[in-house]
């Protein structure tokens, strides 16, 4: 499976940005799909993720009620809406498929996903 981000940038504080995961090679429809980021200097963090048919989805507490996760699984594609943007949350987008259980649910932790893309910048200025 290959994962490519898109939809990064640089964006005011209250401003919003709608992210795109690409996946090629084969179909991610059967499988959960997770966003990660990393700001410079910190570890890896988990943002959403959203179960193979998107009948569940979880976000981060410190996105939750800003960010929302969803899929397209005819376009093999899977999104993360970013609205209310903060300075804190610049970083590096990742997104993530974990393709060891078929028709999964949500997983929050980034050993749990076997494929990632290369990431995407989003800056937000205050």
């Given at each position: 499976v290959q994962l490519v981000e898109s939809g990064g940038g640089l964006v005011q504080a209250g401003g919003s940005l709608r992210?795109?995961?690409?996946?090629?090679?084969?179909?991610?429809?059967?499988?959960?799909?997770g966003w990660f980021r990393q700001a410079p200097g910190k570890e890896r963090e988990f943002v959403a993720t959203i179960s193979w048919n998107g009948g569940i989805t979880y976000c981060a507490d410190y996105v939750k009620g800003r960010f929302a996760i969803s899929r397209d699984n005819a376009k093999n594609m899977v999104y993360l809406q970013m609205n209310s943007l903060k300075p804190e949350d610049t970083a590096v987008y990742y997104c993530a498929a974990e393709t060891d259980t078929y028709y999964g649910g949500i997983y929050y932790q980034a050993g749990d996903y076997d494929f990632w893309g290369q990431g995407t910048q989003v800056t937000v200025s205050s």
């Open positions: 992210l795109s995961c690409a996946a090629s090679g084969r179909t991610v429809s059967v499988y959960a799909m």
